[in-house]
């Protein structure tokens, strides 16, 4: 199975600045879209922010519209989320997937599905947000 790493999870207090990054390992990553969802504690995992990969159209939840960015980079082949303002409830375990035959961002984030319903998925990296 082909599987993306994510990267650039840690530690960071409240109001801080994190920056993650997806990349796929060993092959050339092709999909019509791509995001991250976060999985805290207790509750159901939620799409935060994806990005479909034929026109840049990207979604965000409304909980992190504003202090987040999803971009891609076609020379690294990479995917990132710029977390800024993070709040504690921004805390969670992020993951990257991707996915074929879905047809805009919104449709990619608004319905998570197991990261196995997915054609390319990461393991996660974590965020701690405390003071």
């Known amino acids: 199975q082909l599987h993306l790493v994510e990267s650039g999870g840690g530690l960071v207090q409240p109001g801080g600045s994190l920056r993650l990054s997806c990349a796929a390992s060993?092959?050339?990553?092709?999909?019509?879209?791509i995001g991250w969802f976060r999985q805290a504690p207790g509750k159901e995992r939620e799409g935060v922010s994806c990005?479909?990969?034929?026109?840049?159209?990207?979604y965000y939840s409304d909980s992190v519209k504003g202090r987040f960015t999803i971009s891609r980079d076609n020379v690294k082949r990479t995917v990132t989320l710029q977390m800024s303002s993070l709040k504690l409830e921004d805390a969670g375990i992020y993951y990257c997937?991707?996915?074929?035959?879905?047809?805009?961002?919104?449709?990619?984030?608004?319905?998570?599905?197991?990261?196995?319903?997915?054609?390319?998925w990461g393991q996660g990296t974590q965020v701690t947000v405390s003071s």
């Open positions: 997937a991707a996915l074929l035959g879905i047809t805009t961002a919104r449709d990619m984030c608004i319905t998570p599905r197991e990261l196995d319903k997915y054609d390319y």
């Open positions: 060993g092959f050339t990553l092709d999909y019509d879209a």
């Open positions: 990005l479909h990969n034929t026109d840049g159209s990207t």
